[in-house]
């Protein structure tokens, strides 16, 4: 008996162990075969917070001057103002009587201004265009002649959230020193400001409006979103979402200042004329406007009304201003630009930031078209800079000249340039992603003449012609003999148009554009490029050819070389 419940013992062990071996080998198969079902290339491409965002100063600013009020200063002066602070808003104000009189500012200055339903913060803000400025210390609101407002405050900036998640010290001192008052700082410019580090703390030496400005910078660089204003009023947005709105307007012989008015009642926009910026054109608010346009987009609608005067409009302290082009030209705003799914390394970001540049307007940035990634040098002082750049003479961007582009980390740009730059770049960023959706990852060819995606933007027109034109123009080498890869597929995708200067009496004259996605390897596109180039300048067009400044695309998308520098030996060939 005893015999036989061992023999038992035995077989029961006996079937365990192969039981266990059965199941390994199951599971090894399996997990083969779910290796073997993964599909090939990269992953999917990271979604981005596509919500419209800023940072609003109302998160930055004192609490006692983001209290929203009600009040109309049309026929105030600036002394009853600061009494309605005092009496209405319990705000304990020191006006600088010297400094004001000094600079031709009476206290019986009048303002011509209201706030509805507003923080007071913006009408001190407004205040800046009759030359007066401000200040808050210790629970006092200061008001002094903008010409006197040297005041300079040491503010520590704990960073250490920042750099958990990625970012590096001398990148962020970087990116505050080119996008947060550019020529404010003795490192880049000739002002005051100045940048230590302590650990993880920054100190920055510069004005209060400046260190107002750094906080916001950090904040939505801790979340960054498809594109995030930098110390922009919520109703910016709300703004920028009305110009949208379609609208009909019939104006015959209208004055001005009517026109705006009413175009500011129908929208829900505070539209309001810029004294300083018309009386720069020798433009008068009761000049009559001429204009009949059904059911087009306000901005469009604004835009030829404008044009008629040579006059431009900016959105800046919670007013949609009409003023003159040098006006709307300083008024620069910086904003954060989540690109982690175009770019995952530092070629890739370079060549994302050449190509912002050269497919907009050169006039939107400063000298220099390389790449925007930008550091300070080893040591680390704030004395110099290097970054990669393969412009001709590797200059840095000049705040002076022109809007910056900083890759503060592959992934995360902060741009610091005038309101059509950053909607020319929003509609460029736009473009590239829905090219990249229409297109689907593809394997590469060996290193030696890789299968790469490219995606060229051009005219409508052209684009339509040379979809149909191209295999022949290229030649045989569209369909080589004997490839085993599928090669030679042409998408054409339709892109934002492009407004000319050029007014009609329906409204602005708009050059549509389209993309074609074309598959094929770099030899061929090389060819491409080259065709492209002589179809739109022509062979005997007396100026050299520039580049189309395609050659830093392809390659498939979504940070996997979507964006990729040109090598030398691929410069060399072309």
Same mark, same amino acid.
């Given at each position: 008996?005893?015999?036989?419940?061992?023999?038992?013992?035995?077989?029961? &062990?006996?079937?365990?162990?192969?039981?266990?071996?059965?199941?390994?080998?199951?599971?090894?198969?399996?997990?083969?075969?779910?290796?073997?079902?993964?599909?090939?290339?990269?992953?999917?491409?990271?979604?981005?917070?596509?919500?419209?965002?800023?940072?609003?100063?109302?998160? =930055?600013?004192?609490?006692?001057?983001?209290?929203?009020?009600? &009040?109309?200063?049309?026929?105030?002066?600036?002394?009853?103002?600061?009494?309605?602070?005092? *009496?209405?808003?319990?705000?304990?104000?020191?006006?600088?009587?010297?400094?004001?009189?000094?600079?031709?500012?009476?206290?019986?200055?009048?303002?011509?201004?209201? @706030?509805?339903?507003?923080?007071?913060?913006?009408?001190?803000?407004?205040?800046?265009?009759?030359?007066?400025? $401000?200040?808050?210390?210790?629970?006092?609101? #200061?008001?002094?002649?903008?010409?006197?407002?040297?005041?300079?405050?040491?503010?520590? #900036?704990?960073?250490?959230?920042?750099?958990?998640?990625?970012?590096?010290?001398?990148? @962020?001192?970087?990116?505050?020193?080119?996008?947060?008052?550019?020529?404010?700082?003795?490192?880049?410019?000739?002002?005051?400001? /100045?940048?230590?580090?302590?650990?993880?703390?920054?100190?920055?030496?510069?004005?209060? $409006?400046?260190?107002?400005? +750094?906080?916001?910078?950090?904040?939505? @660089?801790?979340?960054?979103?498809?594109?995030?204003?930098?110390?922009?009023?919520?109703? !910016?947005?709300?703004?920028?979402?009305?110009?949208?709105?379609?609208?009909?307007?019939?104006?015959? *012989?209208?004055?001005?200042?009517?026109?705006?008015?009413?175009?500011?009642?129908?929208?829900? +926009?505070?539209?309001?004329? #810029?004294?300083?910026?018309?009386?720069?054109?020798?433009?008068?608010?009761?000049?009559? =406007?001429?204009?009949?346009?059904?059911?087009?987009?306000?901005?469009?609608?604004?835009?030829?009304?404008?044009?008629?005067? #040579?006059?431009?409009?900016?959105?800046?302290?919670?007013?949609?201003?009409? /003023?003159?082009?040098?006006?709307?030209?300083?008024?620069?705003? /910086?904003?954060?630009?989540?690109?982690?799914?175009?770019?995952?390394?530092?070629?890739?970001?370079?060549?994302?930031?050449?190509?912002?540049?050269?497919?907009?307007?050169?006039?939107? $940035?400063?000298?220099?078209?390389?790449?925007?990634?930008?550091?300070?040098?080893?040591?680390?002082?704030?004395?110099?800079?290097?970054?990669?750049?393969?412009?001709?003479?590797?200059?840095?961007?000049?705040?002076?000249?022109?809007?910056? +582009?900083?890759?503060?980390?592959?992934?995360?740009?902060?741009?610091?340039?005038?309101?059509?730059? !950053?909607?020319?770049?929003?509609?460029?960023?736009?473009?590239?992603?829905?090219?990249?959706?229409?297109?689907?990852?593809?394997?590469?060819?060996?290193?030696?003449?890789?299968?790469? /995606?490219?995606?060229?933007?051009?005219?409508?027109?052209?684009?339509?012609?040379?979809?149909?034109?191209?295999?022949?123009?290229?030649?045989?080498?569209? !369909?080589?003999?004997?490839?085993?890869?599928?090669?030679?597929?042409? +998408?054409?995708?339709?892109? *934002?148009?492009?407004?000319?200067?050029?007014?009609?009496?329906?409204?602005?004259?708009?050059?549509?554009?389209?993309?074609?996605?074309?598959? !094929?390897? &770099?030899?061929?596109?090389?060819?491409?490029?080259?065709?492209?180039?002589?179809?739109?300048?022509?062979?005997?067009?007396?100026?050299?050819?520039?580049?189309?400044?395609?050659?830093?695309?392809?390659?498939?998308?979504?940070?996997?070389?979507?964006?990729?520098?040109?090598? *030398?030996?691929?410069?060399?060939?072309?």
């Amino acid at each position: 008996m005893w015999r036989d419940d061992r023999n038992r013992g035995k077989w029961c &062990a006996m079937t365990a162990l192969l039981a266990v071996g059965l199941f390994w080998a199951w599971a090894g198969r399996t997990t083969r075969a779910q290796e073997k079902a993964k599909p090939p290339g990269r992953k999917p491409p990271k979604k981005i917070a596509i919500e419209p965002r800023v940072i609003d100063p109302i998160e =930055v600013l004192p609490k006692a001057l983001t209290v929203s009020a009600t &009040a109309d200063f049309s026929d105030s002066s600036l002394r009853e103002f600061v009494q309605w602070l005092e *009496e209405k808003q319990n705000q304990v104000v020191l006006l600088d009587a010297r400094a004001l009189r000094d600079a031709g500012i009476s206290p019986a200055e009048p303002i011509s201004d209201r @706030l509805d339903h507003e923080p007071i913060y913006l009408l001190l803000s407004r205040l800046r265009s009759l030359g007066i400025g $401000w200040y808050f210390e210790d629970d006092v609101l #200061h008001l002094t002649a903008l010409a006197k407002m040297d005041r300079q405050v040491t503010v520590p #900036h704990d960073l250490s959230r920042l750099l958990a998640s990625g970012y590096t010290s001398h990148r @962020l001192e970087t990116a505050i020193m080119r996008t947060v008052a550019p020529t404010s700082w003795q490192a880049v410019g000739e002002g005051p400001g /100045t940048v230590s580090f302590l650990g993880d703390v920054m100190f920055v030496r510069q004005s209060d $409006w400046a260190q107002y400005q +750094i906080v916001a910078l950090l904040k939505a @660089l801790e979340k960054p979103a498809e594109r995030t204003y930098v110390l922009e009023p919520k109703r !910016h947005l709300d703004f920028r979402g009305r110009l949208e709105g379609p609208m009909s307007v019939s104006f015959d *012989e209208v004055p001005l200042a009517d026109v705006i008015a009413q175009l500011g009642r129908d929208s829900g +926009i505070d539209m309001r004329l #810029h004294t300083k910026g018309l009386e720069q054109l020798r433009v008068r608010s009761r000049q009559p =406007v001429t204009l009949k346009v059904r059911d087009r987009k306000l901005r469009t609608i604004l835009d030829a009304v404008l044009l008629q005067f #040579h006059l431009r409009w900016m959105l800046r302290d919670g007013v949609l201003w009409i /003023t003159s082009p040098g006006e709307a030209e300083d008024c620069f705003k /910086t904003a954060v630009y989540d690109v982690s799914d175009l770019c995952r390394d530092e070629n890739e970001a370079n060549a994302l930031t050449q190509a912002l540049k050269r497919q907009t307007s050169a006039s939107f $940035w400063g000298s220099g078209l390389g790449g925007g990634l930008m550091q300070f040098g080893s040591n680390g002082g704030g004395r110099g800079f290097d970054r990669e750049d393969d412009s001709e003479d590797g200059a840095l961007d000049g705040p002076a000249g022109g809007g910056t +582009i900083v890759m503060v980390r592959p992934g995360t740009m902060v741009i610091y340039a005038i309101q059509p730059a !950053h909607d020319a770049v929003l509609a460029l960023l736009r473009s590239y992603r829905r090219a990249l959706l229409a297109t689907k990852p593809r394997k590469t060819a060996p290193a030696g003449d890789p299968i790469t /995606t490219v995606y060229y933007r051009l005219p409508e027109t052209v684009a339509k012609d040379l979809e149909r034109m191209l295999p022949k123009l290229v030649g045989p080498a569209w !369909h080589p003999e004997g490839a085993k890869e599928k090669l030679g597929e042409m +998408i054409r995708i339709s892109s *934002e148009p492009e407004t000319l200067d050029a007014p009609t009496d329906d409204g602005l004259l708009m050059l549509p554009q389209a993309v074609l996605v074309i598959r !094929h390897r &770099a030899s061929v596109h090389r060819k491409i490029r080259e065709v492209i180039e002589r179809v739109l300048s022509g062979d005997f067009s007396g100026e050299a050819a520039g580049g189309f400044g395609g050659g830093g695309l392809g390659g498939g998308g979504f940070g996997g070389g979507f964006f990729r520098v040109q090598s *030398e030996a691929a410069k060399a060939k072309r």
